[in-house]
Each structure stands twice: as structure tokens, then as C-alpha cells.
């Protein structure tokens, strides 16, 4: 009765497209669901996110879930996961991708999945890293621990959406560290964020991933974005 009461006065509504989301509709419609641009990467080893870090990261396995376009419905996703708070859809998508990623041979060795990290004083600022519910998600799917403390960012920088390859690589320098203990070594770390444009951030972080000894870096995305 107060849960019908509530979806009367405070009806849920897509993330995506903003219409009446119907009872087995958690976070976006089944249009939008349908409209998703996935990529398909799982199916191709040598995909366009594997491929960003050819002679960059010795990586076992990276892919996106689905193409980030301009003004196209994954970046109005994207925006509300990290400027509006709708965490939802990180676990959303971790939800959807978890099982598939069960599915590959090299998800059988990941040891423990690691978000790309904020800067404190941004993380202060935002209330929450936008990867920590993608994080989640996959974590209870794939039933490896999400650890948001290995990698830490050394400095707070501003948002690189309007920053050029060049300009990206340079801020990115010395940006990522770790901190890590014996217990850490010789482990597969799959390395996760957002979007991947550049690639650029996620080579200063499978770096920083890479100093531990015996390291192993796999990289999952939710989106890709052509650079």
C-alpha cells in the first residue's frame, strides 16, 4: 500500500528518455534498453578498447559495453551517473555486463576490481566516485572484492572532456600511484571507469597497477567514445 502510494505521488521515471517506467523497468525504459549502442567487444579479443593500448599496457583483457556518441542517449547515462547522483545506473550496467563477464576465461583469474579514483578534495566535492556502483555491481556478479583504496590520484585536476590527446597525456604524468602491501603481489587487477576516449587515464593508472610485483591488468569500461 506505501509503496504504491509513493510510485503514485513520485513515479519513476527512465533515466533515459524520461517516460513512465513500468514495474519491471528498474532504471530505463525497454525503448532505451533497445536503443543501447552495444559494442560487443566480449565477442572480439582484438576490439577497439583492447586496441587503445597496443605498445601502451601489456592488458589481458579490456572492452567496453556500449559507444558513447554526442547528444546520444548513453551520454545523457553518463552525465546523470556522474553529475546528478543517479548511481543506479552504474549498477545498472555492472548488473548487465557482471554475468557476461563471467562467461570469459580470463575472468576466472581477476583477484580484485579497482576503480579509477577521484582526488579527495573531487571525490568531497561530488559526494561519490561515479565507477563505485559499476564496481559494486560486477563485485557481487563475479564474486571478486572491489577495493577503492590500492590506487589513490596524487592530484586534483579538472574535468579532461575538453582537454586534447596531448593535453591529457601531460596532465595524466605522476597523476596515479598505490599503495600496496605483500598480500597485493601477483594479482590479476581489473581496472574500471566510465568512458574511455584517450585512453589516457587508464594507462597512468595500469602503470601506477603494474609497479606491484607480479601484476596483471585487465580493463572494463562502460562506454567508449571514439577520440
Known amino acids: 500500500m506505501i509503496k504504491n502510494l509513493i510510485n503514485l505521488l513520485f513515479p519513476k521515471l527512465c533515466l533515459g528518455c524520461e517516460s513512465l517506467l513500468r514495474n519491471n523497468e528498474p532504471v530505463i ?14 565477442t572480439v579479443k582484438d576490439n577497439e578498447t583492447f586496441k587503445k593500448f597496443y605498445g601502451r599496457l601489456p592488458v589481458h583483457h579490456a572492452s567496453s559495453i556500449v559507444y558513447f556518441h554526442k547528444k546520444g542517449l548513453v551520454q545523457e547515462l553518463i552525465h546523470k551517473l556522474k553529475y546528478k547522483g ?8 555492472g548488473q548487465l ?5 563471467t562467461t570469459l576465461q580470463s575472468a576466472e583469474t581477476f583477484d580484485t576490481i ?3 579514483p577521484l582526488h579527495a578534495k573531487k571525490h568531497h566535492e561530488r559526494g561519490y ?6 564496481g559494486q555491481a560486477l563485485s557481487e556478479l563475479i564474486g571478486i572484492p572491489l577495493n577503492e583504496n590500492l590506487l589513490i590520484r596524487n592530484r586534483y585536476s579538472n574535468t579532461q572532456t575538453q582537454k586534447n590527446l596531448l593535453g591529457r597525456t601531460e596532465i595524466n604524468t605522476n597523476l596515479f600511484d598505490v599503495t600496496f602491501s605483500e598480500k597485493d603481489h601477483n594479482k590479476h587487477f581489473l581496472l574500471i571507469d ?19 610485483p607480479g601484476a596483471k591488468l585487465s580493463i572494463v569500461t562502460i562506454a567508449f567514445a571514439h577520440s
Open 29 to 42: 525504459c525497454a525503448a532505451c534498453r533497445h536503443d543501447l549502442p552495444f559494442t560487443n567487444h566480449l
Open 129 to 134: 566516485n561515479q565507477v563505485t556502483s559499476f
Open 86 to 93: 543517479a548511481q543506479e545506473i552504474g549498477t545498472y550496467f
Open 97 to 101: 555486463y557482471g554475468s557476461e563477464l
Open 114 to 116: 579497482i576503480p579509477v
Open 194 to 212: 566510465d568512458v574511455i576516449t584517450s585512453g589516457s587515464t587508464l594507462e597512468a593508472c595500469g602503470k601506477a597497477l603494474l609497479k606491484i
